[in-house]
Structure formats: C-alpha cells, structure tokens
C-alpha cells in the first residue's frame, strides 16, 4: 500500500508562486515513479509533471519553464513548485504513483491563482 499526502495549495495572485509537497508512505519511495496531475472544473485530469525514478523529468507544455518538479528520497516527498502562475492554473492538484500495476493517488490539494 501507498499513501500520499499533499500540501502547499492555496489562494495565490497571478504572477505569484507556490511549492506543493506530496509526502509518501512507502518504504521504496526511490525507486517509484511520481507524478503531478490537475483538474479543473469541467475538465479531464490532466499530467503537468513527472519525474522518475531516475530522474528525468518531463512538463505539460502549458507549464514547462515556470513549473519544476523535484524529488527528496530521504523525506519521500516530491514537490512542485510553481513560478508566474496563471489564472489558468487553478485547479487541485494531485500526485499519483504507480505500483504493480496499480495507480495511487492523493487527496488533492487546491491552487487558485485570482486577483
């Protein structure tokens, strides 16, 4: 079993910043795959960042060049932080897993970029 924990959302004026944490229970956080997803209302979850285990980190296109997702094996913890943020952005944000096949999320965490 895993289960992730995020924080670090909230009301935040365009142009302004944020750094989400996703906290992990799993012993082997290193060797997991992590990403961060967002939904916003009426529309489908979407991927905005992934790192692997490895390394090697990927960004929704919308995003790349104000988001950076890193990793912190010996807190088990991934972040996200985001720089200029946009009206757009607002959404909860989730972090998933993938372990066995199977797919683990969050709670979700809300960001909500308004003036």
């Known amino acids: 079993q895993v289960q992730l924990v995020e924080s670090g959302g909230g009301l935040v004026q365009p142009g302004g910043s944020l750094r989400l944490s996703c906290a992990a229970s799993?012993?082997?956080?290193?060797?997991?795959?992590m990403g961060w997803y967002r939904q916003a209302p009426g529309l489908q979850r979407e991927l905005v960042a992934a790192?692997?285990?490895?390394?090697?980190?990927n960004y929704l296109d919308s995003v790349k060049g104000r988001f950076t997702i890193s990793r912190d094996n010996a807190k088990k913890t991934v972040y996200l932080q985001m720089n200029s943020l946009k009206p757009e952005d607002t959404a909860v944000y989730y972090c998933?897993?993938?372990?066995?096949?199977?797919?683990?999320w969050g709670q979700g965490t809300q960001v909500t970029v308004s003036s």
């Open positions: 998933k897993t993938n372990r066995g096949g199977i797919d683990y």
């Open positions: 799993a012993i082997m956080f290193s060797i997991y795959d």
């Open positions: 790192i692997t285990k490895g390394g090697s980190r």
